[in-house]
């Protein structure tokens, strides 16, 4: 019997609660072993005292996630400079990878064709610099209801098309939110093999009503849990298993270190399900 | 040059403003071709009078539309007397088809896969009744933000591949709503070719916020609809068009007559612009 991964919380799950320096501590007192973090969120705290804080906790930063690298969401086209900039910060917080998400259609547009043809030649001139970095880039397929604002890139397939396109240096992101639907899913996870850099968790709820902010927690929802993570960990992936909870409705109204606690109390029953399935109903 | 093709509405457009005989009547007047119809609507009318009224303005019933084939709204499965009732309206109706969505996860379950096999299942179990009513089945992708709640069949490719196993009397129905970020869109409507029973339009609004009821008009929205409708007409097929918007925040809120005015210009600007195409930006 292999070890089980290694928990870590995306710090999007207490987004509104904590700040990056908060986060750190909070997760690091649980007993988490690892944290994703964000941009926006690392600016805040600054680089110099994120990493110290890093350092004295010995959290593993499992992913540095980054949006809009095509495009900005107001669908103006980003700079080579920005993106080089986000890949910086990445090497220096030691991330195991930088997640990125592509971006949806530029202002005016109605081609995704486009749109995934300019994803394509935007990593391809960014992996230069990103290998010289040695920073991996995860390519994440977001969920096809964020086609048009969010990411052009929608399936795993996709994604591990790009990432085999592109060679050395890239792979993919697996967040089951994203690709649970997916009438492929085994066969895509399989054939990503070993370029899943990243896997993430959370669960879809019946009644989902909202594109934005409203996951929920594992066990909370209809996603098949247990069985795609057999699937990843089957396909070679022996990274952490990140959670990534953005949930307007609940656990960004709860406090945090409950949140933290759920999810630890969670991810053990999704192993313990994992190793022992319950006969199929 | 052929002739375009005609113009058909489906009822859920004006669903809070007009009840079926409303429906039928205003279509017509507006000298719209064909109507969609609905069970529930149908039910408020009665069949005999809907024949009638239908009989009396030359209106084509372009299609039956009946969800939850598989299992209802509360996660109940359906039984096999209550569809075929079903094909027995749409033949009453003389509808060109009936488009089948499937319904989404049963109560208690996380298997896609199992409500899929589930599916083909009703849908092979239910169709000598549709084949001695002359009702072909045309099977309906949802988009994958409702594969919880309204169909486990989520891709083209998915219908595609049971209508063929299905075989003569089954086809699919190509919502562009429920299609347009598929990567791989253009190939799958030409596999999908003759099999093509049904062709609805509308559009994605790129700040859709809502998975339900929150369609846009043709043009107001991010999908390449003279790209897509092209590659239907080069499929084969040469039925109607079908607009179906459900739009809580707008459309449900205007005259329908407005409505229904406002959706023959904005096919007559999509048939302009697939006949024109500009040049890709």
Chains 1, 2 share one sequence.
């Not at 909202?210 to 594992?218: C, E, P, T, V």
Request: charged share 20%.
């Amino acid at each position: 019997m292999t070890a089980p991964p290694p928990l870590a919380i995306n710090q999007a799950t207490t987004r509104p609660q904590w700040s990056l320096a908060q986060a750190i501590d909070g997760y690091a007192r649980a007993g988490i072993r690892g944290i994703g973090i964000w941009p926006d969120k690392l600016a805040e705290c600054g680089l110099a005292q994120a990493r110290r804080l890093i350092a004295s906790t010995g959290l593993a930063v499992t992913s540095y996630c980054v949006g809009e690298m095509v495009v900005d969401r107001a669908g103006k086209l980003q700079t080579a400079e920005r993106n080089r900039r986000l890949i910086d910060e990445a090497s220096a917080l030691s991330a195991d990878c930088m997640v990125c998400v592509m971006g949806g259609l530029p202002a005016g547009s109605t081609s995704l064709d486009d749109a995934r043809r300019r994803a394509r030649d935007t990593m391809a001139e960014l992996l230069p610099h990103a290998r010289a970095a040695g920073i991996s880039l995860a390519i994440e397929p977001i969920h096809p209801m964020r086609a048009a604002d969010v990411s052009c890139i929608n399936t795993l397939a996709q994604a591990t098309d790009l990432a085999r396109e592109l060679g050395t240096g890239t792979g993919v992101a697996v967040d089951v939110y994203h690709v649970w639907w997916d009438p492929y899913l085994a066969a895509e996870i399989a054939r990503a093999g070993s370029r899943i850099l990243s896997f993430q968790l959370c669960d879809w709820l019946a009644d989902t009503a909202a594109l934005a902010n409203d996951r929920g927690m594992m066990g909370d929802g209809v996603i098949p849990l247990a069985r795609i993570y057999a699937m990843v960990r089957a396909a070679g992936y022996a990274g952490a298993c990140e959670v990534e909870i953005m949930s307007e409705r609940n656990w960004w109204r709860r406090a945090p270190d409950e949140v933290v606690s759920v999810c630890i109390e969670r991810f053990r029953a999704l192993l313990a399900e994992a190793e022992h399935p319950a006969r199929p109903a």
